[in-house]
């Protein structure tokens, strides 16, 4: 849950960015009410109203900058912005939450997202029936194998931070994000994050974001969380590898939409 910080009139000026295909936009822009973002300090959220009525959520660092907290808005913009390149076009992309703009090099480096109406799978455990825990489970599993197709562990799927619309799942923005067999930064408690990415060991791998399906899937199903860590993963740390991106799906992707790219 985000905690409000001091109250403070919306602020009305101008906001520019860059878009994730490298063009250069300005708005007159209406900032709303910062808030504090559970995690590590050094950044803050607000929506801002761009132009007449679009409304898009910021996260940004405020002057002066705190070196990791600016070096984790550089890797989740990087992050954001390589897969709106890569899926922008297509159907499944609504898995992701959608990156709008980012201007690293502001006074306030920012990133700004859509604002996805849908609601937290926190929620919703033990409160769906089996066709929609199927889907919530193949479009998780379809969001995975995209982001290891681009490279990227998220790090950060959970039931507060996976949303549910009745048709498609998103996840939130890859804040955590790292790069596949990047060493991994300690993020995550159980029993949600795998063992291996809660202590931070060994090297960023898409099955810690598989650990994090099976427990949300686990929650969904039983109403609660499972009780404890879990069991051990016993993943090898050289050799085997989890399925390639280019290999057929186990699970179908959502409807109405192709499946993965090969």
Do not use: K
């Amino acid at each position: 849950m985000t905690r409000p910080a001091p109250p403070h009139p919306p602020a009305a000026g101008e906001l520019s960015f860059r878009t994730h295909d490298g063009t250069a936009m300005r708005f007159p822009a209406r900032f709303g009410r910062d808030r504090e973002l559970p995690g590590p300090p050094g950044r803050l959220a607000r929506a801002v109203t761009l132009g007449v009525d679009w409304t898009v959520l910021q996260y940004r660092i405020p002057a002066p900058c705190d070196p990791r907290a600016m070096n984790a808005l550089e890797r989740e913009a990087a992050a954001a912005v390589a897969l709106e390149r890569r899926y922008g076009d297509a159907p499944f992309v609504e898995v992701f939450t959608r990156v709008v703009g980012y201007d690293l090099d502001a006074p306030e480096p920012f990133v700004l997202y859509r604002i996805a109406d849908a609601e937290p799978l926190a929620t919703l455990g033990g409160a769906l029936g089996v066709a929609e825990q199927q889907r919530i489970l193949a479009q998780l599993v379809l969001a995975v194998r995209l982001l290891d197709a681009a490279g990227f562990v998220h790090r950060a799927i959970g039931p507060e931070t996976v949303r549910w619309d009745g048709r498609h799942v998103r996840l939130c923005e890859p804040h955590a994000a790292l790069r596949t067999g990047e060493p991994r930064e300690a993020a995550g408690a159980a029993p949600w994050a795998s063992p291996e990415q809660r202590q931070g060991t060994g090297a960023a791998d898409p099955r810690d974001d598989l650990w994090s399906v099976a427990q949300l899937m686990y929650f969904l199903l039983a109403g609660r969380p499972d009780r404890g860590a879990g069991p051990r993963p016993t993943w090898p740390t050289s050799g085997a590898s989890p399925p390639s991106p280019t290999a057929a799906p186990s699970t179908p992707p959502p409807p109405g939409g192709p499946p993965p790219p090969s």
